[in-house]
Structure formats: structure tokens, C-alpha cells
Nanobody, 122 residues
Framework: VQLQASGGGLVQAGGSLRLSCAAS????????MGWYRQAPGKQRELVAA???????NYADSVKGRFTISRDNAKNSVYLEMNSLKPEDTALYSC?????????????????WGPGTQVTVSS
């Protein structure tokens, strides 16, 4: 079971990017999926997360600019980022929380994917 993210890149301030992340393997269910970011010299922070039921939450710094969505059938999560600012520059990682596999019974675990770099130039 693993996560694969894509969609990062270099964009000018005010521009947009869309990040995608898909979980693969023998997955039965995933409770929540989210995006985190870590800028140089700073701690990792939650950007946005969404549950399998569609409930979402956002960091205050991205509310109104970023939108998280999820496709449960594809075990995928997306982050639409608009009105990007230089301070959004960071390594963005996706995570899956409460992952249950087909053969794992009630056992749950968290899964982290490799990051994708987002750089916003001023």
C-alpha cells in the first residue's frame, strides 16, 4: 500500500496549481486524507483534510483559496490551489489516516506519501 502524489511545480503569485494523490494496494477503506506542507526552517503543518464522508477542514491561511476534494472509489485526494502566494511555497505531502486493508481486519494505520514541491514566485 502506498501513496503517489503529483502536480507540484513552479507558478507565479496569483496562479493556480492542482495536486493529486492516489493510494494504491489492497485498500478496504480510508477514514481521512489530507495535505500537509513543510517550508524550509518551519514545522510541518496541516493544509487541508477531508473525511470519507466529505467533511473537510482547512488551515486559516488557505481558507477561501484552496479546495480539497476526494474520490473514495479511487482512493484519491485532490487539492485545488488558487491565488497562490509566495508564502505557500513548501514541500506538500499527502497522507491517509485510518487506512484499512482487505486482509488487515480492523487494524488501521496511517500512510504518508513522498512530497511534491510547490514554489510560488513573486
Amino acid at each position: 500500500v502506498q501513496l503517489q502524489a503529483s502536480g507540484g511545480g513552479l507558478v507565479q503569485a496569483g496562479g493556480s496549481l492542482r495536486l493529486s494523490c492516489a493510494a494504491s494496494g489492497s485498500i478496504f477503506s480510508i477514514y481521512a486524507m489530507g495535505w500537509y506542507r513543510q517550508a524550509p526552517g518551519k514545522q510541518r503543518e496541516l493544509v487541508a483534510a477531508i473525511t470519507s464522508g466529505g467533511s473537510s477542514n482547512y488551515a486559516d491561511s488557505v481558507k477561501g483559496r484552496f479546495t480539497i476534494s476526494r474520490d473514495n472509489a479511487k482512493n484519491s485526494v485532490y487539492l485545488e490551489m488558487n491565488s497562490l502566494k509566495p508564502e505557500d511555497t513548501a514541500l506538500y505531502s499527502c497522507a491517509a489516516h485510518g487506512v484499512r486493508t482487505l486482509l488487515g481486519g480492523r487494524s488501521q494505520f496511517d500512510l504518508w506519501g513522498p512530497g511534491t514541491q510547490v514554489t510560488v514566485s513573486s
